[in-house]
């Protein structure tokens, strides 16, 4: 394979058994660094399979760039009750620019909000217009200069919700309110819920 510049191409595992040509996403002197069709036509396929385009990659594999690695999104689980705004953050394994929407499944460029700390490796916004009992999902992709993600980072979590107890309440016993209010403590009780207790006697859970 023709070069655009003289490199050294670094494989996943050239000296192994058996050798494994495939690109490092590390490479980036081999990225993108090829000569188009360097075959003439003869074929425009890579090891895989894949068909190549534009500018090669050097060597025999085309490398598919999914986009920077996310993880450690924030926050998950149950908010406490009355949270009304929090920041949403992750990280990527390389810089970074990240966008989120509150729909699934929107390509990168269409999203709407861009995250208002973004660029390196550590991307944090606020959100607000929280509602207790509210659940929130937030769908994160990340680009440079390589390309962006094809596929969502969920960033999903709760707000706490306020649970009524009254002993002798006979409604739906569901805590709604305090006639469907709960006739005891419940025996699980869930963090950042709150629980309000009507006078009368209860048995508690250790």
């Not at 208002?116 to 959100?127: A, I, L, Q, R």
């Not at 306020?162 to 006739?183: E, F, I, L, M, Q």
């Not at 005891?184 to 819920?193: F, H, N």
Request: charged letters at 15%.
């Amino acid at each position: 394979y023709r070069s655009n510049l003289a490199t050294t191409v670094s494989f996943v595992g050239a000296g192994s058994s058996p050798p494994d040509f495939h690109l490092d996403s590390n490479d980036t002197d081999a990225l993108g660094h090829g000569v188009f069709d360097p075959g003439s036509g003869l074929f425009s396929e890579d090891i895989d399979g894949q068909t190549r385009s534009g500018t090669w990659d050097i060597g025999a594999d085309e490398y598919v760039y999914s986009g920077p690695t996310r993880s450690n999104g924030s926050p998950y689980g149950n908010l406490y009750y009355a949270t009304t705004q929090t920041i949403i953050s992750l990280e990527t394994d390389v810089n970074a620019t990240c966008k989120y929407d509150t729909l699934s499944g929107i390509d990168y460029n269409s999203m709407s909000n861009t995250f208002s700390n973004t660029g390196e490796m550590n991307h944090s916004s606020v959100v607000t217009e929280l509602v207790s009992g509210g659940s929130y999902e937030y769908y994160v992709r990340c680009t440079n200069i390589f390309g962006a993600n094809a596929d969502d980072y969920t960033i999903s979590f709760t707000v706490g919700s306020k649970h009524y107890v009254r002993s002798g309440a006979t409604g739906t016993n569901d805590g709604s309110d305090w006639t469907n209010a709960y006739d005891g403590i419940p025996s699980g009780l869930t963090r950042g819920d709150i629980y309000v207790l009507a006078g009368g006697t209860y048995v508690s859970y250790d």
